[in-house]
């Protein structure tokens, strides 16, 4: 029996990029004729308010996690602390969307570096919500309901509707992913409910 793996990601602060990694799939598309493509299971792992992106948000140094969880590698980290985290611990992480930009990009570069077939990323629904617009314009069409069974869904919904200001900020950013049907992009950018998974293929984009 293969004995279970952790994948912990770390992205550290750098300029945003202007190139699209990826493009997103539904998980039927049969991936494996290429075998750099990912299954991503995308976690959606806790309640999404403006008060919850202050401090209470913050990680948990690693060096106290280790000691916590001994069999979880931590190697990939280069930092005691979350290194992005002073850019955005007062005013909030959707205010500084370079910052969340860098973010995701280097996210998505770690998940497509990595030689594992299958990936989980668990995180709060603000990072999840921006991975997915980022340069594109808010959604015209109702959210995708729930697919969790009524005892576990929450209320409200976990990401609340951005604002109009804030949705064109976030749309004039450079587009990280492109999504291969518009139903595929609307089931991943409609907002997520307290541990949700949303499934999807990660197909890298060829560089020139």
């Given at each position: ?78 930092h005691d602390d979350e290194a992005l985290w ?123």
């Open positions: 029996m293969l004995a279970p793996r952790c994948l912990v990601c770390c992205c550290l602060a750098r300029s945003a990029v202007a190139v699209q990694l990826a493009t997103v799939y539904a998980p039927m598309v049969p991936y494996r004729v290429n075998p750099s493509a990912k299954v991503v299971h995308f976690v959606q792992a806790g309640e999404h308010s403006t008060a919850a992106e202050g401090v209470d948000w913050k990680c948990r140094p690693v060096s106290e996690l280790q000691s916590e969880y001994g069999a979880v590698p931590y190697s990939d980290l280069q002073s850019s955005c611990e007062a005013a909030g992480e959707a205010d500084d969307l370079p910052g969340l930009h860098v973010k995701c990009t280097e996210l998505l570069e770690c998940i497509l570096a990595r030689e594992e077939n299958e990936v989980v990323v668990v995180s709060h629904s603000a990072l999840l919500h921006h991975l997915f617009s980022f340069g594109y314009p808010p959604e015209q069409s109702p959210p995708v309901q729930s697919r969790l069974i009524p005892e576990l869904r929450s209320e409200p919904a976990a990401t609340p509707q951005p604002d109009a200001e804030h949705a064109e900020r976030v749309a004039a950013m450079p587009p990280l992913l492109s999504f291969h049907s518009a139903p595929l992009q609307r089931l991943l950018r409609s907002p997520y409910d307290f541990c949700e998974t949303k499934t999807a293929v990660l197909m890298p984009l060829v560089r020139h």
